[in-house]
């Protein structure tokens, strides 16, 4: 679940200030299922189950708002997971006593082993979020970085000779996207309103 947590965070100044920090805490697994490519005829490709081995994870965490002013414009307003190693030591004396929750810097600089049946070789997370408009009731956390799946399209008809490269194409890769809302508002934010989901 989505919580908070107020903090001292350092200041350009040299000194401290209280905020509130939202944050996700997660754990990332390697299950070792893997897929490679085969070179067919043709220059196709096609994929064969591979051998696990451990991965890295470079994540990216978004949080975005999905609000609306009363005329009905979406309120674009998106945030970046921020490293804050006192709201993550913080965090972890809450969370995970005994255990160490790695930012989005660190969990990256380390290979993720493969968890088999019994032995679970998971890394626990978190990614944190400050400045966060408290005004926002509906919004997703969009995880990239689980994956390396992209997709690119062309669009018939969209690139001429003579245009700049990548005219007409479209690349998208895979994103996990996380549903969150709040049924409170801007005063006396607490945790206890964040909802997992879409409301019905």
Do not use: C
């Amino acid at each position: 679940p989505m919580r908070m947590i107020e903090v001292d965070v350092p200041s350009p100044s040299g000194g401290s200030q209280r905020k509130q920090v939202w944050y996700l805490v997660y754990r990332v697994r390697n299950t070792g299922q893997t897929l490679e490519p085969i070179e067919g005829e043709g220059g196709v490709y096609d994929a064969k189950p591979g051998q696990g081995e451990p991965v890295h994870f470079y994540p990216q965490f978004v949080l975005e708002s999905h609000d609306r002013q009363n005329g009905g414009e979406r309120v674009a307003k998106a945030y970046l997971d921020r490293v804050i190693p006192a709201a993550v030591e913080a965090i972890s004396q809450r969370e995970m006593r005994g255990r160490k929750l790695l930012n989005s810097v660190e969990i990256s600089e380390q290979p993720i082993p493969v968890s088999t049946g019994r032995i679970d070789r998971s890394v626990w997370g978190v990614a944190t979020w400050t400045d966060v408009d408290p005004r926002i009731d509906f919004f997703s956390i969009y995880v990239s970085g689980l994956t390396n799946a992209y997709r690119w399209e062309d669009e018939p008809g969209a690139y001429r000779p003579g245009d700049p490269p990548g005219r007409g194409r479209s690349f998208a890769r895979k994103t996990l996207q996380l549903n969150f809302w709040r049924p409170g508002d801007e005063h006396l934010t607490s945790e206890r309103e964040f909802r997992t989901g879409t409301p019905l």
